[in-house]
């Protein structure tokens, strides 16, 4: 990745799991040396749902840990090794909500922090197709489906915490033209 703006000189990898790397680079950057830029290296894509039933959105709501809240967003999750994008939009909504989906199509992709990850994120539109709520207690505490006109009110009020959802549906609305 050596250019006029950016050289570098080595990583060392200080930790690995199944899902990421976080790597010390040494580079030069812009013209200044830096030893220990930390990235994190997402092994794998992350995938967005916006799953559309008549004039409602499917939302869930989360208890996230590691910023100690509950959470309000749309079904997400990775995209297996191998795995198709809109395969693995499918695999994620049924089994996280037990409902079946379908006209997939993906709207946008975006690097949520390119300068500190390498994680992916590709956002999916979607339809209901058939199915029961039925909430993967493991992963969700509750799954339902809210009026639109309710949905872009909480996303003007700042009511989505999670980034990914956010701008997934400010890229739905802009597409909708609503």
Sequence with gaps: MDNK???IHGTKTIYESNFIKLNLVDLDYYGHHIE?????????????????KGDSIL?????????DKFST???C???????????????EVFEETGI??????IITEFYPCNGLTTQ?????YAQF??????????ELINAYFEERSKVKEKLRNNGFHDGETALALYKYFEIIGD
Excluded: P
């Design 129 to 138: 197709c058939e199915g029961e709520l039925k909430v993967q207690k493991e």
């Design 36 to 52: 220990d830029y930390n990235v994190v290296e997402f092994k794998g894509i992350s995938v967005v749902v916006i799953v559309e």
């Design 120 to 124: 992916r994120v590709v956002v999916v």
């Design 59 to 67: 939302l869930t709501e989360n208890y996230r840990f590691v910023v």
């Design 100 to 105: 079946k989906i379908k006209n997939e199509k």
């Design 77 to 91: 999750g990775g995209v297996e090794e191998g795995e198709d994008i809109l395969d693995a939009a499918r695999r």
């Design 73 to 75: 967003e749309l079904i």
């Design 5 to 7: 703006y950016v050289k």
